[in-house]
Every structure is written in structure tokens, then in C-alpha cells.
């Protein structure tokens, strides 16, 4: 599925006639929200490249590549029958979406891809809103909230965090 919706956004960034792609380096600063032992996973921080295919729409594409850090308690928890829940230390996320623009430096952006806890691969989801600042966009700042569908044999429940983030503009 995501291959697939690879191939799709790399046909449509080459198949545009104004191949002009933006990128921005950000920094995000994360908040855990939900998630099964929260004490071991409680703040945040980490790098992340945004990749933003400017179009003449009010819809662009946007691919997201960040790697966050979490600190905590570590406690090793299991549950009554067994099952480890081991503290989230790295969690890097691809993310591939759309962002829809209203006016000219305010955008809502949802994305999708995966995401990597533990040798694990899990489902991931990052609804955002954002702002462009500067006379060329130079600098930008969102809030995000990132929802990952980590769902195994230990436990049934998501593990959700808020980002807030600045970035700056590469090209």
C-alpha cells in the first residue's frame, strides 16, 4: 500500500509541468498523549525533513521523514499474562499526505505512513495545522498530532503524541 502510494506521488511530482519542490528542515518538540505505560515514553524531541511539491492548487503534496527521541521512566511493565511493554526511546516516521491551503500561508495537512517502534513496523496517521512565515516562506511552524496503530499481542491501544514544531527552508 504504501509502495504504491510511493509510485503515485513520484508520478505526480514529475508529471507536473512546474517541478518547483520546497524543503524545509524542522525541529519538533513532542508531547505523549495516549499510550500504554505513559510514564516511559512522557516528552520528546526530534530532527525531521518535510518535502512540499508547490502546485498551483490549494492542495500540494507532501512527503515527512522525522526521527523522534523520548525520554522516561523506562520501567520494563508486562502485563497478567506475560507480555513485555517496553518503553519507545527512537520512533522514526515516513509520512506521505496533502496539505490544503485557505489563504496563502495557512495550511491543514493529513498524512499517512509508517512507523518504526522496536524492530517493529506500525500503521501511522499525522493530522496537522500549520503556518508559512516570511516574505518567502522561509520559516515555518505547525502542531501535529501523530497516532500510531500499535496493535500486537500485549496490548490493543495506539500510542499518540502532540508535536509542536518550527522549521526553516532549505530551497
Not at 37 to 43: D, K, L
Not at 85 to 91: F, H, M, N, W
Amino acid at each position: 500500500m504504501i509502495l504504491i502510494a510511493s509510485c503515485l506521488f513520484a508520478l505526480h511530482i514529475f508529471g507536473q509541468s512546474d517541478r518547483k519542490v520546497s524543503l524545509y528542515f524542522n525541529f519538533q518538540g513532542n508531547k505523549t498523549m495516549y499510550d500504554r505505560v505513559i510514564r516511559n515514553n512522557g516528552r520528546g524531541a526530534g530532527p525531521g525533513l518535510e518535502v512540499l511539491v508547490n502546485t498551483q492548487s490549494k492542495f500540494k503534496h507532501l512527503l515527512e521523514i522525522n526521527c523522534d527521541f523520548f525520554s522516561g521512566d523506562k520501567v520494563m511493565v508486562s502485563t497478567l499474562d506475560g507480555h513485555e511493554l517496553v518503553g519507545k526511546s527512537v520512533v522514526p516516521c515516513i509520512f506521505i499526505g496533502t496539505s490544503y491551503f485557505p489563504i496563502h500561508n495557512l495550511y491543514f495537512a493529513l498524512s499517512f505512513g509508517p512507523s518504526f517502534i522496536n524492530s517493529d513496523v506500525y500503521f501511522a496517521i499525522k493530522p496537522c495545522i500549520g503556518t508559512y512565515l516570511g516574505a518567502r516562506n522561509r520559516f515555518t511552524a505547525k502542531i501535529s498530532l501523530t497516532n500510531i496503530f500499535q496493535r500486537d499481542d500485549a496490548v490493543n491501544q495506539p500510542f499518540g503524541y502532540l508535536n509542536i514544531g518550527a522549521g526553516v527552508k532549505f530551497f
